[in-house]
């Protein structure tokens, strides 16, 4: 990982008006996105805008459509996953986390696939997209640690010379097609199958199981936070839709537009972690 930029300094205003929103409502569901681990060195997808900073990540139709697309995903895969693993939690997981330990937390529903909330201590967490760090066969359904991939991928690719890369959200790398071309890419080691991150690829649907709970948590909650996501796409937007038909209150904490602008109740555009930091102290 290379080394990260310093946070920027706190917004007093903007951390007051959380500290007194906070402070009005007692039982939170909270929805992040990638925003929350920027600071922690993974990037994100989207600008201040909302719009896609680069190509649309792959959809699982091209990923088991197409051999050189499956080959594109792990090669570049390959050479992002070590600095996806090395990112540690920051500001925005550890003060959300402590929210969680003084019981203001009622779900945390996270859009990212990093597990960097269960790892700064929250503990009543939904990975909305899945997990990164689990891999699933297509063909017999076994499932490994994606370490143990990495290891299958190493030992195939003994001669393989990635280049230059450059990390890229999610694990991925942007790689040259030359390098791409030359690299083998993982199977099942027992049907032979494809492999494929747990996750949930772009326009795949959400599994039910996880929205079903995710619903209920948010009934029982008498307010919705949301912390670094646009909320852009349809997975994570249809919460602020239920609360807002609920007629709980939302805040909105993100750099840049979101989706749910016209629901929020209070919208706030600052840095996340300082902000949830400072609002918190």
Known sequence: MSSLPDPPLPDPAAS???????????????????????????????????????????????????????????????????????????????????????????????????????????????????????????????RSPREEVQLQIVESNRDWQAGAARMAPDGDADLADEAVDRFRPPWCGRCGGLLKPDVVFFGEAVPRQRVDEAQRALHEADAMLVAGSSLMVWSGFRFARMADAAGLPIAILNAGRTRADGLATLRIDADIATTLQEALR
């Open 16 to 142: 007051s008006l959380l500290r007194e929103w906070l402070d009005r409502h007692r039982r939170l569901f909270v929805l992040t996105g990638a925003g929350c681990s920027t600071g922690s060195g993974i990037p994100d997808y989207r600008d201040r805008n909302g719009d896609w900073k680069r190509t649309p990540p792959i959809t699982l139709q091209a990923f088991t459509g197409s051999d050189a697309a499956y080959r594109r995903y792990w090669a570049r895969s390959s050479i992002g996953w070590p600095g996806f693993r090395a990112a540690q939690p920051g500001g925005s997981h550890a003060t959300l986390a402590e929210l969680e330990r003084r019981g203001r937390v009622r779900l945390l529903l996270t859009q990212n696939v990093d597990g960097l909330h269960q790892r700064a201590g929250s503990r009543a967490v939904i990975d909305l997209h899945g997990r990164l760090d689990a891999v699933v066969c297509l063909g017999c359904g076994s």
